[in-house]
């Protein structure tokens, strides 16, 4: 793709005022200010979502989120094993898997800490912005035909998709002894054509640290559930515990007036302005386009509104992209600024196709996740 | 029962010397050394082990596990609703219960976290010595027939048992708001005989520390499980995932090299040493009792083995009680202490119906419960 141009244009741009990189960046997915570290080992690397400039997110621009230190992993050696209650235990190779019918599938993948750093009071856990988001058309094979060819056994419930990272969670003493990264979904989702297993990415083959050489898309949930580095398929017959559907990644659901953790699992609706950033200058009494994507899990979008009176009125934005599942829209608003001087509030709010929109405040069971509540833009208007 | 001349006994008992004083302890329960406070507040109050004497533990004995403060309750206005997925949902006064057929029931409670301190490096909770366990006898009403009488619907797979005390838990930053205490378990045990609602403990009314007007016992279980103050049963018809059977008592599970999270529920096979106590000082060359208890949870206790030579060796203790299920023995095994003075090591092991022995070593994905490795008795021998 545009992999090849990149370093040349890069090197251009870098001699360019910074203001003029911005707003190319907005405009020109080959141009974007680098990545935010969010923390430097393992890698945790934000998309800055200012520069969104295009559906499909280039793959240079493409959130990381990694538990663990990228694992060493050889191609040739590589295999995905299937096993647990199935028929017939499988051990893949990755021609094995090119063997199976391809598939491509446009998927946003949002982490579920994105926003973190919006709460208050402050919560533990990497402190994303808008940023731990990014969507691409991912290539591969569905886990549902993987699934078929070991035949599930009557009592499968889960599959368990585990990856090749591994370590010791030293952030939460109730963590047990070293663990690799894995996540379990239910057999109705893993059937479905949601799942894909891909080992490319807008039409390239995974970077290592996008999960060279196979890795989960769990189109329309959150980002965790998407394991990356791939290498075993467990099927079991009662639902899995791990690490990172207990303790993290879990979220408190009112049973009554009793909470009972339960795993996440689908994207909230959720929508977000890329330009203007915050504390952006805006000329006054001139026309600017507020620009943004929106997304809602295994629902659509039906509809983004944007208010620029912190809250008071709202319009409805413009979808540039027809709003499918999995995949966010594009959308955009033309706001007349005016022309009095001084700071403005701006918010953008999403509903989905089945009638759910943003929530205005933050439900503290949700933990530090699932942050789709009405987070403003603040700007200053000058003339 | 003996509680009325508790007062005027432990005044006489309090001019006596102190060696006096446990000694007598161990042989007649009205005299003991106090309960050991693990925390004042909440009450968290711990059966000085060293005093065992009697299988039954005297009421002032039991060990105290409370997780906030003890409830206001009126008897008068109190009620237990049965509820969820149940065909009759129900309200019941205690004079409702007290009607239903009565039933008595012997029950060792160990709390999950017993013996806690002997781990080391340190862990977060509560530090435990032996004596967060205690052996009683409960009267009240099954749990069975209070469900019967409400009949559950077939989609019922737990009972959520609910207690009058709530609060918010400020020890972990993932804990969900102000909640009640409250635990589940499943059907089949809920419908066993092992059950009882129980407004009696050794013949006389709940005091207030120990859960009246109404509490739990759920037999052969870690403490967690018989909840106190109930006000509720909640007959749900999807595993409970709530903060005490979650983030707390819970351990990790192996599947395959997987670990998954796993709700404590039976108490483990362990035995005890209550004399000699820890740095005791036993004369050279002379016969010594060594006696304490042991127990095994849902099972029964097959067998006790003493070692006094740091678990070199190993010889059958002799059991004073008829084992049972759900209930502890007490065992005694007779030391003919060496003449040569010098440290020595005494250790416990038991072994249940099922053949399942204490283990020697500890495994870490047990997290700060069901503790019931070897722990030693270190004693001075003294010509």
Same mark, same amino acid.
């Given at each position: 793709?545009?992999?090849?141009? =990149?370093?040349?244009?890069? @090197?251009?741009?870098?001699?360019?005022?910074?203001?003029?990189?911005? =707003?190319?960046?907005?405009?020109?997915?080959?141009?974007?200010?680098?990545?935010?570290?969010?923390?430097?080992?393992?890698?945790?690397?934000?998309?800055?979502?200012?520069?969104?400039?295009?559906?499909?997110?280039?793959? #240079?621009?493409?959130?990381?989120?990694?538990?663990?230190?990228?694992?060493?992993?050889?191609?040739?050696?590589?295999?995905?094993?299937? #096993?647990?209650?199935?028929?017939?235990?499988?051990?893949?190779?990755?021609?094995?898997?090119?063997?199976?019918?391809?598939?491509?599938?446009?998927?946003?993948? %949002?982490?579920?800490?994105?926003?973190?750093?919006?709460?208050?009071?402050?919560?533990?856990?990497?402190?994303?912005?808008?940023?731990?988001?990014?969507?691409? #058309?991912?290539?591969?094979?569905?886990?549902?035909?993987?699934?078929?060819?070991?035949?599930?056994?009557?009592?499968? *419930?889960?599959?368990?998709?585990? !990856?090749?990272?591994?370590? /010791?969670?030293?952030?939460?003493?109730?963590?047990? !002894?070293?663990?690799?990264?894995?996540?379990?979904?239910?057999?109705?989702?893993?059937?479905?054509?949601?799942?894909?297993?891909?080992?490319?990415?807008?039409?390239?083959?995974?970077?290592?640290?996008?999960?060279?050489?196979?890795? @989960?898309?769990?189109?329309?949930?959150?980002?965790?559930?998407?394991?990356?580095?791939?290498?075993?398929?467990?099927?079991?017959?009662?639902?899995?515990?791990?690490?990172?559907?207990?303790? %993290?990644?879990?979220?408190? %659901?009112?049973?009554?007036?009793?909470?009972?953790?339960?795993?996440?699992? /689908?994207?909230?609706?959720?929508?977000?302005?890329? =330009?203007?950033?915050? !504390?952006?200058?805006?000329?006054? !009494?001139?026309?600017?386009?507020?620009?943004?994507? @929106?997304?809602?899990?295994?629902?659509?979008?039906?509809?983004?509104?944007?208010?620029?009176?912190?809250?008071?009125?709202?319009?409805?934005?413009?979808?540039?992209?027809?709003?499918?599942?999995?995949?966010?829209?594009?959308?955009?608003?033309?706001?007349?600024?005016?022309?009095?001087?001084?700071?403005?509030?701006?918010?953008?709010?999403?509903?989905?196709?089945?009638?759910?929109?943003?929530?205005?405040?933050?439900?503290?069971?949700?933990?530090?996740?699932?942050?789709?509540?009405?987070?403003?833009?603040?700007? *200053?208007?000058?003339?």
């Amino acid at each position: 793709m545009h992999s090849f141009t =990149r370093r040349s244009f890069l @090197a251009q741009a870098s001699t360019l005022p910074l203001l003029f990189q911005i =707003r190319a960046g907005a405009q020109d997915p080959a141009v974007f200010p680098g990545l935010i570290t969010r923390m430097a080992e393992p890698e945790n690397l934000e998309f800055p979502f200012s520069s969104l400039s295009t559906a499909i997110t280039p793959n #240079e621009q493409f959130f990381v989120r990694s538990h663990f230190a990228v694992p060493k992993i050889d191609n040739e050696k590589w295999t995905l094993s299937v #096993e647990g209650t199935v028929k017939k235990p499988l051990t893949l190779t990755l021609e094995n898997l090119k063997k199976l019918p391809k598939r491509s599938m446009k998927a946003t993948i %949002e982490c579920a800490g994105n926003d973190r750093v919006f709460l208050t009071p402050t919560v533990a856990g990497l402190q994303w912005g808008h940023g731990a988001v990014s969507n691409a #058309e991912w290539t591969g094979v569905s886990l549902s035909s993987v699934l078929e060819a070991a035949g599930l056994n009557d009592t499968a *419930v889960e599959v368990i998709l585990e !990856g090749a990272d591994k370590g /010791q969670v030293n952030s939460d003493p109730k963590s047990p !002894g070293p663990i690799s990264f894995a996540r379990s979904i239910p057999i109705a989702k893993a059937k479905s054509d949601d799942v894909i297993l891909a080992y490319q990415m807008n039409g390239v083959d995974l970077s290592a640290s996008h999960g060279a050489p196979l890795r @989960a898309v769990v189109g329309g949930w959150y980002g965790m559930a998407s394991v990356k580095w791939l290498t075993r398929l467990n099927v079991v017959s009662k639902p899995f515990g791990g690490f990172w559907q207990t303790l %993290e990644y879990s979220y408190w %659901e009112q049973l009554g007036d009793v909470p009972t953790l339960a795993p996440l699992t /689908q994207m909230q609706v959720k929508s977000a302005i890329a =330009r203007p950033g915050r !504390g952006e200058v805006i000329p006054a !009494g001139k026309s600017f386009r507020i620009f943004g994507a @929106a997304w809602a899990g295994e629902s659509a979008v039906a509809k983004v509104e944007v208010s620029t009176d912190g809250g008071k009125t709202w319009s409805v934005a413009k979808l540039l992209d027809k709003p499918e599942r999995l995949t966010w829209s594009l959308w955009e608003f033309t706001w007349n600024v005016p022309r009095q001087a001084g700071p403005a509030q701006l918010f953008v709010r999403a509903t989905d196709s089945s009638g759910h929109t943003q929530p205005t405040t933050r439900d503290p069971n949700r933990r530090s996740y699932m942050i789709n509540h009405l987070v403003p833009t603040d700007v *200053v208007i000058r003339s």
